[in-house]
């Protein structure tokens, strides 16, 4: 006798093997992508950290006078 096919109990259990292999790869698929975004966000306000406290430090080394006191 040749029987084609799955049994119930073969379907439900490459189903649920199947559906975790995808949770994971998406899962991974998923951190990957927005953790690059996340990465990118973090450096970009670092970025503008700097050069706030480059001007800050600038404009103080270039002062004349500190509240009413001359240099």
Partial sequence: MNK???TLFE???YLAIAGTILYFV???AFDAIFGKAKIE???EV???AR???DEV???ISNSVEINGITQ
């Fill in 57 to 59: 430090s600038n404009t």
């Fill in 41 to 43: 966000t973090i450096q």
């Fill in 26 to 28: 998406g899962r991974f």
């Fill in 4 to 6: 084609k096919g799955f």
């Fill in 51 to 53: 050069s706030v406290l």
């Fill in 11 to 13: 379907a439900v259990l």
């Fill in 46 to 48: 670092n970025q503008s």
